[in-house]
């Protein structure tokens, strides 16, 4: 009896020691398993991944490894270091093989293997110089036509909205027909209902995504996930896009890479989905925050339409009909230095993704202190710079209050200095990535930004429907997929206040 007492004691210590130990062979990180057999933290990182990383940095430091749904991933907290994992070769830490198996979990889409460090230089090429600058005309044109369109001929009445969906409607419909080409006939009358339709069913997949992604999707949800999806094909399919006006050279010259690859029309059709949310997942929730804080911060608002009006031209209203769209092209040449902090700010406080990268060969990083760590092939290695540099208090004082002037220095010039541990930072906030696989739609994404926030101030009254409402709370759910979005709506009303608005 003592024996089968003590031999079960003995194999639950064993089974307690293998899923709690974070002990490791000499120089590799530590490893935290969790309590759960073969799920370990997964649990606690989808509930709330910044919450539970902090709990991890303070128990392990800058560098530990933790046990995912059956994976280890090696997570790295230390700004100074990370350029060991951004700078590294993709023969060694490689970016595509994680965004390939999200891309089957998240679209159905396999793509055959190919040179991805050919097919960036082509993307970035066409979101770059004239062909931004062409990007940016049509952006410009369509965030006119479309607010004209809501409005809806009550021009100067005020309507009302929820501030997300008022941005990230705006912002997807007019950033989806600068890339993927207006209608044909006739631009303007089926200029809101096409796009809205792709936003209509992208926003349903949005809402599921991170189930979607963790795989805990009901069976129902399953059934309507089948149902967005067949419809973002059908909107997308070949014959459609074919139809259309003003397609962007990115656009073209991807579709033309897939179909020389031999990619059929179905994976065309997904792969245009993986495009729609890339390209246009972010730029909606960025605008959202940018317009929340400003509205919750007069002294920003004040200071940044200050500086905006400096590019609005003087003129006669009858004479020029044209003068405000000038203005638009003008404030993304233009120095804007208060504009460009506040949106740092926001993206400081509001862009957190996870830059994951799968481990190709054994290998060892070394960190910024000198200090070496063992890294296996098989596993994965992960930044999440939200919770360092950007929510750091050593490198920004009070992270959690915007300060639409952090990123400003006391003569006005934009601050690029800041420190962490006496070292200066060479990233004092990582928004876009960085390294070989920074967003190569940063600028883009940052000038159509401009454009709708100038629009917006300078042509629009924009205020809440409660000037006491709360700034909204964080769906924490999100973390690590991009830019964050709020757990709840908050109403505005806005109504055009200029009369040459074209
Ligand atoms: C506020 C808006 C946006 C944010 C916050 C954002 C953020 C990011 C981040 C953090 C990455 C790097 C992921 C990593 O290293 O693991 C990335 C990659 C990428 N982004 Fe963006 N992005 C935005 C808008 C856009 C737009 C408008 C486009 C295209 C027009 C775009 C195209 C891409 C592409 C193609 C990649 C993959 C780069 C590669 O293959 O190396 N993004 N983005």
């Known amino acids: 009896m003592i024996w089968t007492i003590t031999f079960i004691l003995s194999a639950l210590l064993a089974v307690f020691v293998f899923f709690t130990g974070t002990t490791r062979r000499k120089n590799e990180p530590p490893l935290d398993k969790g309590y759960i057999p073969w799920l370990g933290h997964a649990i606690h990182l989808g509930k709330d991944a910044a919450k539970f990383l902090a709990q991890m940095k303070k128990k392990h430091g800058d560098i530990f ?16 270091s990370y350029d060991a994992v951004v700078m590294e070769s993709s023969s060694k830490l490689d970016f595509n093989k994680y965004a390939h198996l999200l891309m089957k979990r998240i679209f159905d889409l396999q793509l055959p293997d190919h040179d991805s460090v050919e097919e960036k230089a082509t993307m970035k090429m066409y979101l770059q110089a004239e062909h931004l600058e062409l990007l940016n005309i049509r952006m410009q044109s369509n965030l006119c036509s479309h607010l004209l369109s809501v409005l809806n001929g009550h021009n100067h009445m005020w309507k009302e909205d929820g501030l997300l969906h008022f941005c990230y409607s705006t912002m997807f419909c007019c950033g989806y027909l600068t890339l993927f080409g207006n209608e044909a006939y006739p631009e303007t009358s089926s200029f809101a209902s096409q796009s809205a339709d792709v936003y209509k069913e992208f926003r349903k997949f949005d809402e599921l995504l991170m189930k979607i992604v963790r795989a805990s999707l009901t069976f129902g949800e399953k059934k309507e996930v089948r149902g967005i999806k067949e419809r973002l094909c059908d909107l997308l399919s070949s014959s459609r896009l074919g139809a259309k006006l003003n397609q962007s050279s990115w656009l073209k010259n991807y579709r033309l890479h897939l179909v020389k690859q031999g990619v059929n029309e179905e994976m065309l059709r997904r792969a245009m989905i993986l495009q729609l949310w890339a390209t246009q997942g972010n730029t909606g929730p960025a605008a959202f925050w940018l317009m929340v804080m400003l509205l919750k911060h007069p002294d920003a608002l004040t200071a940044l339409k200050d500086e905006l009006k400096t590019f609005v031209k003087p003129t006669n209203d009858r004479q020029d009909p044209n003068a ?25 406080m509001t862009a957190a993704p996870f830059i994951t990268r799968e481990i190709l060969q054994n290998m060892t990083l070394t960190m910024a202190d000198g200090q070496q760590y063992n890294l296996k092939k098989g596993e994965r290695i992960c930044l999440f710079p939200y919770l360092s540099p950007q929510m750091d208090p050593e490198v920004h004082y009070e992270p959690e209050k915007f300060k639409y002037n952090r990123f400003l220095n006391q003569d006005g010039s934009p601050k690029t200095d800041f420190f962490k541990g006496d070292k200066k930072l060479k990233y004092s906030s990582m928004p876009w990535g960085a390294g070989r696989n920074i967003c190569v739609g940063r600028q883009f994404a940052i000038n159509s930004i401009k454009q709708f926030i100038f629009i917006m101030l300078m042509a629009f009254d924009v205020e809440l429907c409660d000037s006491e409402a709360s700034l909204p709370e964080v769906d924490v759910s999100r973390y690590g997929f991009g830019m964050l979005q709020p757990k709840k709506d908050i109403k505005i009303r806005y109504r055009l206040k200029i009369k040459n608005f074209t």
């Open 65 to 80: 490894t933790v046990h995912v749904a059956g994976r280890n991933v090696t997570v790295l907290l230390d700004p100074h």
């Open 324 to 348: 405000f769209l000038q203005s638009v092209s003008e404030v993304i040449r233009g120095c804007t230095p208060i504009l460009d902090s506040t949106l740092n700010e926001t993206l400081r």
